[in-house]
């Protein structure tokens, strides 16, 4: 399978470039030029698979620079952080399934793309040919941080630096970036919100693309933002997995089709449902469940992206973006490939803050999803519920998923069983689902996990516990202009003036 460039379709890849490079040249992502096709007889043996088994038949055929087997020893590699059950399905009731994503070592759902991703490029630099250090630079709206210094950290010949929204991520996510150890980890505060990191990392990748020293460095400059090819696939395996989970325990027969509900941000997860449903799972509707900052919601129902609204600080932070990365690949699908509307759209974007898709796109958009949002105190409101009603307890971003799957059931009637991807545990947000039940949260952060703990009976995750006693090793805190500086200084690059 070639990759190509959504903003011109002569700019084309291997799956080995792609994951190397993060971005494409023309500031496009790259996107897959033809999907595989997955027979019902394909998905009925990945039932017999362990999930890093699994993970590498699904990722094969979207990685085709790595066989199956070459795939199966990095996939196992990357998921013996992970317990037993990855990916457990909870079932609510006969039709909602929560997939619970958070069990990996920092218990959010990017922990299943970042653990994999350090060995997806190491394997893919070899197989370039480079021999150069990996400076991997990302922006983060709070769990993507902290899961790729994780994922990195131990991985030689990567070094990995994360810019963070100093006032847009919680204190426990904070700190599980900031007592980060490793030599080869950098993490800085912004005083910004999360777009403005994400748009300073895409501004410092342009500008050292246009500085040939900075080129011919001893560094390979790449993302492990979910823009990043290499973070899509493996989200791809998941809902596959959670299909024969479903098979598995007689929920569904095979052929079924479930629809999906995901709590979406920059647009990464829920367009990796797609590409599973396109690549022929089951699927029926695709549900993007957005927090107050809602461009998405507006976009899928009225075919008009606007960002020019005013940004919300929510308690479902991790899903506060209004430049969905993401979506640019969805337009790409949409328009039935056509780089140059998606180019098109990209610059009105850039230039104006909005762009509008015909009506015919509209429609297509409208038959695949359904959309809709949850503020925050529907959002608390339903935490409440989903533990009154069935003992469950959810975090603000799952809760984000199940509200606005609430209301699409009412307004539809529709019974499809239905995967709610979880996407954090409830105890990195502990704060907020502690009000949510109507307690009183005292204290730091390490008395609210306590607390939480003993309202939910269950134990604080260790990885949590354990912080209490790290240090703080990162302590920089800049504005977005400073980023790069900063940058340079960490790596020892003299020239600065690019
Ligand atoms: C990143 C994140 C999201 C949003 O995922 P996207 O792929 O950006 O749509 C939702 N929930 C949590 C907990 C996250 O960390």
Redesign the pocket.
Known sequence: MKLVSTRSSNIQVSSAEAIVSGLSADGGLFAPSALPEFSLADISALSEKSYSQLTAAVAAPFLSDFTEEELNSLCALAYKNFPSKVAPLVSLDDKTHVLELFHGPTL???DFALQLLPYLLSASLKKLGINKTAVILAAT????GSAALEGFSSVPGTKVCVFYPESGVSAIQRLQMTTQAGENTKVIGIKGNFDDAQSAVKKIFTEIKENENLSNSDYLFTSAN?INWGRIVPQIAYYFSAYTSLIGSGKIKLGDSVNVA?????????LAAYYAKKSGLPMNKLICASNANNVLTDFINTGIYNKNREFYATI?P??D?LISS?LERFLFELTDKNANAVKEFMSSLADTGCYEIDGSAKCLMSKLFHAGFANDSETEYTINKIWKEHGYLC?T?TAVGLKVYEDYVSKTQDNTPTLIAS??SPFKFADNVLKALGETAYGDDFEKLSKLSKVSIMNVPTILASLEKKEENHKIICEPEQMKTHVFDWLNIKNKKI
């Not at 709206?141 to 993507?144: E, I, K, L, M, N």
């Not at 995901?262 to 829920?270: A, H, K, S």
């Open positions: 959010a759902f990017k709206s709070g769990d993507t979910s995901v709590p979406t941000g920059n647009f990464g997860n829920i479902s991790s899903m973006i993401n975090d971003h996407t954090a």
